[in-house]
């Protein structure tokens, strides 16, 4: 699959992907969208540099690491920084819902607030939901990568 | 909402899910520090015995308890936010569940079976427990469907765990079969949606009781609840849904292996109960089904004659499949996954005696049957499964063709399981006497003589495997396996622990059978059910928030 025609697309649509993502997870509270489908759509970019540079790519070409390829595929720094990310974005999930006890409300309770006079946006909104939000992005993010990679090195 | 004391008592129906939560989040935390992961593990299941006695106490059994508690996730009012519900019932499931859950915790902490996934096993017990702790609450028919998934996630996981073909195949089945099962589960929360508008149980109680008043058409319902039913009884490994339990239960490791028959089974079972009686019962319903060939007609105005039917005869299958085909296994495990299957039937004939008895005065007997026998049955096959354990961590096999001589080898361990058998049988002063005495007896009342054959038969079954198994791995000469092996005292005062406990519910069983009513009370107590959980409408919402958002 490393192909140029794989390389030269993959070099345009994967930035295009990130964007995509990025606005789906901000989207997410209450539009279509949010923290898991952005995510898979991070993950279908990162799947895509994968299949057109190979798995060593991220290590080798972006981080400028030595990657020892006898390695258990699963010990690879990568994939633990993947691991990492479950556990901290599901660790991030858990506080969130749990913060709203604090303020005597039901656990997972959300609420927003409007930042008016912001330049060029005008308002924003700040939902807490994007804090649990964030938590679920990292998750299924570190779970599908991990997976994509400890699977496709078999 | 502040502290009030009705506060606090509607945080505690959260508590024990959110104390497994935390755990699951710290384990997989320290996936790297084997010391403090385990350390984590234990707090957290201490925290959750905690918990659950707090419900215990302070919602069903205290002087000022209320009997029932409910909690508004993310302060979205019934019946559109998810709704958790701990009443009686609830209790009792957690109660047993909790005493099994540490008993296995800690046997896990003795006994982790290697390889790279070890750092995942805490995590994925917590996910277990969360699943089975959530499927108990909840008050929503779509949110049971979430937690049976967390369940079965991280029962997957474990099925798989050790890593063998043999494993990897029974996985495969049970992925397999489940997610065809979850298909069907889905699909019957769908058709439930559409024939009434909502997923909220009691909401969905309060209107299949007057379906006029909400201009339904309830008749489906009575083929979507087959549906559902159905699903539960894949949980619970009802025949003819009992196919996968002996591959799965002999790849998962035997800590867990008690867990799935002393837990995720019992979710089976309570879904049915809580459906069929809480939810279904009132459904006013004709069900007219004439069954030709045994000459019978299923006949009632709610759904649970059809219920009952269904039931009878898959127990019946149950119980004789089951304690047939325990008496010709060749290991410990295979007797105690078929004895499983067999004592699942004796569960669930007295759950369908409740659903055709004639006053409910039998409808509350024969659940509290259940009830004990389900009590019983978590407890001893606890027992059971994790001797499986013991005895393969000291020998290294659970074949009866290596084992033989291990009571003088470990009299203790012995004792345990000697215990554990009789419960199954039915022994007094054991759990096991009173959970066959009331079953026989809801039978009686019921004057069912096919029913009484029918039990008479699976105990004797009960009897003929639980000799055979102790004569094949307790007594006869020591083979090299049990000369050699060295057996763990921490596994085994867990085993006597447990078997501690199964004594004193047969000694104090009074405490327990009142338990045991309360539940079955809030399991019929539809009214009490929807006047806690108190569906509003939209229109009555927009009222009294004045819009809202």
């Known amino acids: 699959m490393t192909t140029v025609i794989m390389r030269t697309t993959a070099r345009v649509i994967v930035p295009i992907i990130l964007v995509v993502a990025i606005s789906l997870f901000f989207d997410g509270h209450n539009l279509p969208g949010g923290g898991f489908i952005g995510g898979v759509l991070t993950t279908t970019a990162f799947a895509i540099v994968y299949m057109g540079f190979g798995l060593d790519f991220l290590e080798r070409g972006i981080l400028g690491r030595d990657v020892d390829p006898g390695k258990e595929p699963s010990r690879d720094r990568v994939v633990l920084a993947y691991r990492r990310l479950f556990a901290y974005g599901f660790a991030l999930a858990v506080l969130s819902g749990l913060a709203p006890l604090l303020f005597g409300k039901p656990f997972l309770t959300q609420t927003f607030e409007m930042l008016e006079g912001v330049p060029i946006y005008d308002h924003l909104e700040v939902a807490s939901a994007l804090a649990f939000d964030f938590g679920v992005y990292c998750v299924v993010v570190g779970g599908l990568l991990t997976i994509l990679s400890v699977v496709g090195a078999e | ?549």
């Open chain 2, 1 to 549: 909402m502040t502290a009030t004391p009705a506060g606090t008592a509607s945080t505690l129906v959260i508590a024990p899910m959110l104390v497994v939560l935390v755990a699951a989040a710290g384990t997989l935390l320290l996936g790297r520090h084997p010391r403090a992961r385990t350390a984590v593990s234990l707090a957290g299941g201490a925290g959750y015995a905690i918990a659950v006695a707090a419900i215990d106490w302070y919602i069903v059994l205290g002087p000022d308890a209320p009997g029932i508690a409910t909690y508004q996730v993310g302060d979205l009012p019934a019946p559109f936010g998810i709704t958790l519900v701990a009443d009686g019932l609830s209790a009792f499931m957690l109660t047993m569940v909790a005493i099994l859950g540490i008993a296995s915790l800690v046997f896990s902490t003795r006994h982790l079976p290697g390889g790279e996934g070890r750092s995942y096993y805490f995590p994925l017990f917590h996910f277990l427990a969360l699943g089975v702790t959530g499927a108990f609450l909840t008050g929503d028919l779509f949110n049971l469907f979430v937690w049976f998934e967390v369940m079965l996630m991280a029962s997957y996981v474990f099925v798989a765990y050790s890593g063998g073909p043999q494993h990897t195949r029974a996985a495969f089945w049970y992925v397999t079969l489940n997610l065809l099962a979850s298909a069907v589960f889905l699909l019957g929360v769908g058709g439930i949606y559409a024939t009434t508008g909502t997923l909220n149980m009691a909401d969905l109680a309060q209107r299949l009781a007057e379906p006029a008043a909400y201009g339904l058409e309830p008749v489906p319902v009575v083929g979507l609840l087959g549906l559902l039913l159905s699903v539960f009884a894949i949980k619970a490994g009802l025949v003819p849904f009992q196919f996968w339990i002996p591959t799965a239960y002999r790849a998962a490791p035997p800590q867990i292996t008690a867990l799935l028959a002393g837990a995720t089974k019992k979710v089976g079972i309570y879904a049915i109960i809580r459906l069929s009686f809480t939810i279904f019962a009132g459904a006013e319903v004709a069900v007219d089904l004439p069954l030709p060939l045994v000459d019978v007609a299923i006949t009632g105005d709610s759904p649970l004659p059809f219920v009952g039917a269904a039931l009878f005869v898959m127990a019946a299958g149950s119980i004789l499949l089951g304690g047939i085909g325990a008496v010709g296994r060749d290991s410990m495990e295979g007797v105690f996954a078929y004895s499983s299957i067999g004592q699942v039937g004796f569960i669930a004939i007295p759950v369908a005696i409740a659903t055709t008895a004639a006053g409910p005065e039998l409808r509350t007997f024969a659940i509290i049957a259940a009830l004990v026998y389900a009590l019983n049955h978590t407890l001893a096959k606890g027992l059971l499964f994790l001797a499986v354990g013991t005895v393969r961590s000291a020998t290294g096999t659970s074949r009866f063709a290596d084992l033989g001589g291990l009571a003088k080898r470990s009299p203790p361990l012995a004792l345990a399981v000697f215990v554990g058998s009789l419960a199954l049988v039915g022994i007094p002063p054991l759990s096991g006497f009173f959970g066959k005495f009331l079953v026989f007896d809801a039978a009686a009342r019921a004057g069912s003589g096919p029913v009484l054959v029918l039990l008479l038969v699976g105990s004797l079954l009960t009897i003929a495997y639980a000799t055979r198994l102790w004569n094949r791995s307790f007594w006869g000469a020591r083979t090299d396996a049990v000369e050699a092996a060295t057996v763990d005292p921490v596994q085994v005062a867990i085993l006597v622990g447990l078997a501690v406990a199964i004594i004193a519910v047969g000694v104090g069983f009074e405490p327990v059978y009142e338990f045991a009513e309360t539940a079955a009370e809030a399991a019929l107590d539809t009214e009490g059910y929807v006047d806690a959980v108190d569906p509003q409408t939209a229109s009555e919402l927009a009222g009294s928030n004045g819009g809202g958002h």
